[in-house]
């Protein structure tokens, strides 16, 4: 073989693999061109995917929120209820204790006047809030007068050594009936409001002098205002000229 034929020869085979590797590129490029179209659409979709997971996890972020102040709400609500209970568990043990000492100074008072109470002399009552006793006036009193007579002074000792015991504030109440102060008793008391709140203030000394504390003492007139009975009758008017005692577990101060 001449060195021209195979010149020539070498010359067919580069055209030909020239030839082949053209067709690759081409083809290469078409293949990549159709991948990049494939990778443009997932890369749009992973997008819209994403921007749907971000409104999702804002919108998750937001019930979470919601959910954790609804939670605390609850929370404050439930705690809530649970002192609510507390505090009335509380009150009713309270409750429950101040009644018991209010039965044991009413229960002890009524053991201090049994004998004043069968003769209609002394009348106790438990109140709402406190015990009340109501003493007749003629049993502590002379007519017309301020100062203890005998009786007087060894009842309300009697109720002293009960009293300086008591927790409770210890209010002495004076009322009179309706007859009007006459005569040279008006130079000392020129109406029923005197008379009546110097029989209190006699009982508060008395009180005072055998142990109750002073400031757990109050003296209080109401002249011939709330009777409790009709003054046209003597008994009426008997009944009316009184002194109460009434315990009560919260003082009224004056401030």
Same mark, same amino acid.
């Given at each position: 073989?001449?060195?021209?034929?195979?010149?020539?020869? #070498?010359?067919? #085979?580069?055209?030909?693999? #020239?030839?082949?590797?053209?067709?690759?590129?081409?083809?290469?490029?078409?293949?990549?061109?159709?991948?990049?179209?494939?990778?443009?659409?997932? %890369?749009?979709?992973?997008?819209?995917?994403?921007? %749907?997971? !971000?409104?999702?996890?804002?919108?998750?972020?937001?019930?979470?929120?919601?959910?954790?102040?609804?939670?605390?709400?609850?929370?404050?609500?439930?705690?809530?209820?649970?002192?609510?209970?507390?505090? !009335?568990?509380?009150?009713?043990?309270?409750?429950?204790?101040?009644?018991?000492?209010?039965?044991?100074?009413?229960?002890?008072?009524?053991?201090?006047?049994?004998?004043?109470?069968?003769?209609?002399?002394?009348?106790?009552?438990?109140?709402? /809030?406190?015990?009340?006793?109501?003493?007749?006036?003629?049993?502590?009193?002379?007519?017309?007068?301020? !100062?203890?007579?005998?009786?007087?002074?060894?009842?309300?000792?009697?109720?002293?050594?009960?009293? $300086?015991?008591?927790?409770?504030?210890?209010?002495?109440?004076?009322?009179?009936?309706?007859?009007?102060?006459?005569?040279?008793?008006?130079?000392?008391?020129?109406?029923?409001?005197?008379?009546?709140?110097?029989?209190?203030?006699?009982?508060?000394?008395?009180?005072?002098?055998?142990?109750?504390? /002073?400031?757990?003492?109050?003296?209080?007139?109401?002249?011939?205002?709330?009777?409790?009975?009709?003054?046209?009758?003597?008994?009426? %008017?008997? $009944?009316?000229?009184?002194?109460?005692?009434?315990?009560?577990?919260? !003082?009224?101060?004056?401030?």
């Amino acid at each position: 073989m001449s060195i021209q034929r195979v010149n020539r020869i #070498g010359v067919a #085979g580069r055209g030909a693999l #020239g030839i082949g590797m053209l067709s690759m590129l081409l083809l290469a490029g078409c293949v990549s061109s159709g991948k990049y179209e494939t990778l443009v659409s997932e %890369r749009d979709q992973l997008a819209d995917q994403r921007a %749907r997971l !971000a409104e999702e996890r804002t919108q998750l972020a937001k019930e979470r929120d919601l959910l954790a102040e609804e939670q605390q709400r609850l929370s404050s609500k439930v705690e809530q209820t649970e002192q609510q209970k507390q505090a !009335a568990a509380r009150q009713a043990a309270e409750a429950q204790a101040e009644l018991q000492r209010q039965q044991q100074v009413y229960d002890k008072l009524q053991a201090t006047f049994a004998k004043e109470q069968q003769a209609n002399q002394v009348k106790i009552e438990m109140l709402k /809030s406190g015990v009340k006793v109501n003493l007749a006036n003629d049993i502590l009193f002379p007519s017309g007068s301020a !100062a203890l007579n005998q009786s007087g002074v060894e009842m309300l000792t009697r109720a002293a050594a009960e009293l $300086k015991s008591s927790p409770y504030q210890t209010l002495v109440a004076g009322f009179t009936d309706n007859v009007a102060i006459s005569g040279k008793l008006m130079d000392k008391y020129p109406s029923n409001w005197e008379l009546a709140a110097a029989r209190a203030a006699s009982v508060v000394r008395l009180l005072e002098r055998e142990g109750v504390a /002073s400031e757990q003492l109050l003296a209080v007139s109401f002249g011939e205002n709330s009777p409790v009975a009709d003054n046209g009758s003597a008994e009426g %008017r008997s $009944k009316n000229r009184r002194i109460e005692i009434i315990l009560r577990p919260v !003082a009224v101060t004056l401030d």
